[in-house]
């Protein structure tokens, strides 16, 4: 089985599986610079539920499944994160 790739961003750990899709919580941890993704995660899939298009649930090691996107998914996240980062500030 191959196993998932971590790279750290800026000292931040984000995963990826073995195919390359990222995972979502990761990703907006990391450019958010937030240690709570999860509440602007799910203000982003509320608003915007099309973006659970591109996501599939991936199951790392010792964790239950997250959502993960490939790159075409995490460009369309990236595009609409802009506005969610700046009502954190």
């Avoid at 993704?37 to 996501?55: G, S, T």
């Avoid at 506005?83 to 954190?88: E, K």
Wanted: net charge negative.
């Amino acid at each position: 089985m191959n196993q998932a790739l971590i790279l750290n961003l800026d000292n931040e750990p984000v995963r990826f599986t073995p195919d390359g899709k990222v995972s979502v919580l990761d990703a907006i941890r990391a450019v958010s610079n937030s240690d709570h993704p999860l509440p602007l995660w799910e203000n982003l899939k509320k608003e915007h539920p099309e973006i659970l298009l591109y996501c599939e649930d991936y199951s790392f090691q010792k964790e239950g499944p997250g959502p993960v996107v490939d790159s075409e998914g995490w460009q369309t996240i990236w595009m609409l994160l802009p506005d969610y980062l700046s009502d954190m500030n």
